[in-house]
């Protein structure tokens, strides 16, 4: 018998799920086909999407526990016409 738990949770279908963090108890994700972050819940199984500052611009890498301000989650933007990171 194992103490370890697999399971599943609500996303966004076909948003393209790239990268995972984990801050403050959550789990966030970015979401390459929409141009969102996700934040999924694991204790409340709920999720939430925020969309990016930019439309279209394909959002990949995602970090997490900023060491100045915890409570912060950065990703990257990525496309042939911007290049950004975002909080």
């Not at 103490?3 to 970015?30: C, E, M, R, Y």
């Not at 999720?47 to 500052?53: G, R, S, V």
Request: no cysteine.
């Amino acid at each position: 018998m194992s103490d370890s738990l697999v399971g599943q949770g609500p996303v966004t279908l076909g948003s393209g799920h790239w990268d995972l963090a984990f801050n403050g108890g959550k789990i966030w994700l970015t979401e390459h086909f929409v141009s969102a972050v996700g934040e999924f819940d694991p204790v409340e199984h709920t999720y939430q999407d925020f969309a990016t500052p930019t439309a279209d611009t394909l959002p990949y890498g995602v970090a997490a526990n900023d060491p100045v301000n915890a409570a912060l989650v950065w990703f990257t933007e990525n496309t042939d016409r911007r290049q950004r990171s975002g909080r």
